[in-house]
């Protein structure tokens, strides 16, 4: 695990859906700014950098001045992305100030909720841009709401109006 993370800066977490459509993305992007606002450059954002909400939470902690923290379930796990999607991840993540990465060898569900465990060990508080359906699998956003809600972390659920899911972004073809 990371040391040297500031004590004194709030910890922001996301957990989100990767598979927004293109509308529903510009929908997140802005209400993930007007939840991290106020927190300025004060921020510490904890992000698991994968498509979706998680890299549009990382970009808007960065464009706000805040500071990355990043969360790799499996060293494995840039190989499952999309070009596109690779290349925001690697620049997100040269751009992270702590980075952890938790797993050798390929991502596995079981990696997935290990990251959210460790991502939740660090944060004061959870974004989750959630459509509130049960989690597909093991290590989802449902998963993780649930365990930040039984650790008592606060838990911003967000799903602005008219936010679909559609082709995850980032998707391998």
Known sequence: MTTGLPAACPRVAVTGHRDLTERTTHLVSSAIHAALAPYGPNLVGVSCLAPGADQIFARTVLELGGRLHAIVAASGYRATLSPDARRTYDELLHRAEW??????????????????????GTADHLIAVWDGRPARGRGGTAEAVEEARRRAIRVHVMWPRGALRGTPVGATR
């Open 99 to 120: 980075v952890d990465t938790l797993t050798l060898g390929p991502p596995v569900p079981a990696s997935y909720a290990t990251a959210n465990e460790v991502m939740l």
